[in-house]
């Protein structure tokens, strides 16, 4: 996983040297990793997309947002995983952000262009799992609620999403099922939606091409291995499930340890992890590279585990959550350990309050 992943220069040479890719052909990735083409195939499949087009100029973003309003959001047209994406308000922010959202876009994916959309500001981040074989079988895996997170990067996710409306969740996972169709997808994939808390509307975000780092929320409440059927399926097996023999089975949430100083504005804090000791709770899965005397550089993405606590309700697998936090035990760097704690048993986390903006405004 990982932007590699999603490489249609790595998915081609695989190919031409002989092997299978593990994940959709190139001209697939090509097109779900472009967000402008990705936006138009939403459209012509039938989902609904936020309002956003191109822009070549910093006159083309003040025109979109002098029709649309504020705020607006600019973000790479070649560019996934929160990178690439700035926030503005007015007209001044607007002109403030446009040169560095150009720049870092280039310098993360080589690739300059830019698309501005509205920003829907209550909304709530939700993604459906997709798994497709190469016999024209496509099914869903049920949706996972990404919502809680600071600055585009999810902290905490969850599998199903809460307090969501049945025809809601049932037109989510439809759509997710006809995006996956229309652009052939195959293996797995992951189709995000944005949905406006106070329409219960939602729109098509991206597809990202790849295994995602909470896929194993998915794996607890269906008893299925994806790593595995993702390999079944680049190997040329049909899908061994249908639809309607897909079964879930309780409630997963999953957050993400990182070596980062919230203390200090989130800076990286690389080092010697001198002790990392995870409990053993039932119903708990602790996914991690981490030991005594593991190197955390300051080169790579800081995630140091994951903590994923599944159990029959969502109050219990949240209180598993909190009480393996409690009891971790990691030295030698700072961590968001205390935060994620703080926000698992955080009043509106667990009434499933929650939107893209609640961690922001409970940290402000």
């Known amino acids: 996983y990982g932007f590699l992943a999603e490489s249609q220069a790595l998915a081609h040479a695989t190919t031409a040297a002989g092997l299978r890719f593990v994940g959709p052909p190139a001209e697939v990735i090509a097109t779900a990793g472009d967000k402008l083409a990705a936006r138009a195939l939403a459209q012509s499949a039938g989902l609904p997309v936020v309002p956003g087009r191109e822009i070549a100029t910093l006159s083309d973003a003040e025109a979109f ?11 790479a047209a070649g560019g996934g995983g929160g990178r690439g994406i700035k926030l503005a308000g007015d007209l001044e922010q607007l002109r403030l952000v446009h040169g560095l959202a150009r720049a870092e876009a280039g310098a993360a994916f080589g690739d300059e262009r830019l698309y501005i959309e509205r920003l829907i500001v209550a909304a709530r981040h939700i993604e459906v799992q997709i798994a497709a074989d190469e016999h024209g079988g496509v099914i869903h895996l049920g949706e996972r609620d990404c919502s ?11 599998a199903p999403a809460p307090a969501l409306a049945r025809g809601l969740r049932a037109a989510l996972l439809d759509a997710g099922v006809a995006f996956a169709t229309a652009i052939g997808y195959r293996n797995l994939g992951t189709v ?64 993400r340890l990182v070596a980062e100083d919230p203390a200090a504005d989130f800076a990286p804090s690389p080092g010697r992890v001198t002790r990392f000791a995870a409990p053993t709770l039932p119903g708990l899965r602790v996914d991690t590279h981490c030991r005594d005397g593991t190197l955390i550089p300051p080169f790579y993405d800081s995630l140091m585990a994951k903590l994923i606590a599944h159990a029959p309700d969502r109050d219990t697998a949240c209180a598993t959550l909190g009480a393996a936090l409690a009891q971790l035990q990691v030295e030698g760097v700072q961590t968001n350990r205390e935060l994620l704690a703080r926000i698992v048993a955080h009043p509106r986390f667990l009434a499933g309050d929650v939107s893209t903006t609640w961690l922001e405004e409970m940290l402000a």
């Open 148 to 158: 809680t997170q600071r600055r585009y990067q999810k902290l905490v996710e969850e």
């Open 65 to 75: 947002a002098g029709e649309h309003g504020y705020p607006v959001l600019l973000k």
């Open 192 to 255: 995000e939606f944005v949905v406006d808390i106070p329409t219960s509307s939602f729109h098509f975000l991206e597809c990202n091409c790849r295994i995602q780092v909470e896929h194993p929320v998915t794996e607890a409440i269906c008893g299925l291995d994806l790593i595995a059927l993702q390999l079944a399926i680049a190997d040329g097996e049909p899908l061994a499930l249908r639809q309607q023999d897909v079964a879930f089975d309780g409630h997963a949430v999953e957050c």
